[in-house]
């Protein structure tokens, strides 16, 4: 234990003499949750729209003042001929025209179908699908159905389960945490080995009274305790900045985190085995696991709109089953019963990596 303890401390003092892994390590979290919080949320804010109103009666003015007054739009341009259209969209400053046509009000009065024509710019599908859905909510509450269809007397009533604001940060802070501690834990500790295996410390390593497994773990457990910091830091920014409280077990979610946190820690084990020099490392941590969490985790696209194949490469991925475990902790508030077959198939993945470290570890420098 002393020699682990001391190895330990080495390896704290090398990581906090440099000032630009610090940098990384605790700069990189902060700058992110705060920035898919706030600048990269896919929230319906203040989106610029058009209006044409061809009746010019009471009931549009109601209308266009109602969707003025939400805070998911802004009424950049009143037009005055559907030719102007085109060229508002072309213009690139408005997402959605909302045309109201003669006669709306004496159709609506009369008990008849008022249409309206709503035109998004369909360049980004997802935004034209969320701004749609957010007019549709806005000009059904305006006149009592179905969005723009009769509906003999039923009125349907829309609830949103764990997210009514819509927000993005429930989204986002499961998938940031997930791709932060990817890349502290397999990018730090892959590169940290290969180093000493560059500079040629690692065969004074490997020739020491040390046992192999104690140098692994004296290289390992710094970024272990790294992470948890970081973990500990991101889930204070998101309950105090993002306002997205934990509603589950937080003694579970540390839980889950410390699991996910040695299976990375072990991904980066192996990478360093297999690989010579810091670049090779680097890349296939790049390639091999950062790109797979963006693209095949389910954090920036849906795993079920995927084909069958990337799904099943997704279901490789440990950030995949860690960030639907985080989401629901945080959000839905779920424990063990309903998680459990996530949590067994990440406590699989942990065995297989470090059987995996352990057989393919050589105490020989090629």
């Known amino acids: 234990m002393k020699q682990l303890i001391t190895f330990v401390k080495k390896e704290f003092w090398h990581v906090l003499r440099d000032k630009r892994t610090l940098f990384v390590l605790f700069g990189m979290p902060i700058v ?3 920035l898919f919080g706030f600048a990269l949320s896919t929230e319906v804010k203040n989106t610029k729209i058009g209006v044409l109103d061809q009746d010019q009666s009471q009931n549009s003015i109601e209308l266009i003042s109602k969707i003025s007054a939400n805070q998911y739009f802004d009424i950049d341009q009143n037009l005055k001929s559907i030719d102007e259209a085109e060229n508002a969209f072309k213009g690139g400053k408005i997402k959605m025209i909302v045309v109201i046509p003669a006669q709306f009000a004496q159709n609506l009065n009369s008990g008849k179908i008022a249409q309206l024509q709503l035109i998004t ?6 935004m034209a699908n969320q701004i749609y859905n957010f007019m549709s909510n806005i000009i059904q509450d ?3 159905q179905k969005t723009f269809q009769q509906t003999f007397g039923v009125q349907p009533e829309i609830r949103m ?14 998938g940031v945490m997930a791709f932060i501690l990817l890349i502290i834990c ?10 000493e295996k560059e500079t040629g410390t690692m065969e004074i390593l490997l020739v020491s009274p040390m046992k192999p497994y104690i140098i692994i773990l004296a290289k390992a457990i710094p970024y272990f305790i790294l992470s948890m910091i970081i973990l500990v830091s991101i889930l204070i920014l998101s309950v105090t900045v993002l306002d997205l409280p934990i509603k589950g077990s937080l003694f579970l979610l540390f839980g889950i985190s410390i699991i996910f946190i040695i299976t990375n820690l072990l991904i980066g084990i192996v990478i360093s085995i297999v690989t010579a020099s810091q ?3 680097m890349l296939i941590a790049l390639v091999g696991t950062m790109l797979p969490t963006l ?3 389910g954090f920036m696209f849906p795993v079920e709109n995927m084909p069958l194949p990337l799904q099943m490469v997704g279901n490789l991925i440990p950030a995949k089953w860690y960030y639907e475990i985080v989401k629901n902790i945080m959000i839905k508030g779920t424990g063990l019963a309903v998680i459990w077959k996530h949590v067994l198939v990440l406590f699989g993945m942990m065995i297989f990596l470090f059987v995996i470290a352990v057989k393919k570890f050589k105490i020989r420098l090629e």
Request: no cysteine; aromatic share 10%.
């Open 295 to 297: 693209m095949l985790s």
């Open 121 to 126: 710019d369909g360049t980004d599908l997802n």
């Open 32 to 34: 992110q949750v705060l």
């Open 142 to 144: 305006f006149y009592g």
């Open 186 to 195: 397999v990018l730090m500790t892959a590169i940290a080995i290969v180093r």
């Open 161 to 174: 389960l764990y997210n009514p604001q819509l927000k993005g940060a429930p989204n986002f802070v499961p």
């Open 279 to 281: 670049q090779t490392a």
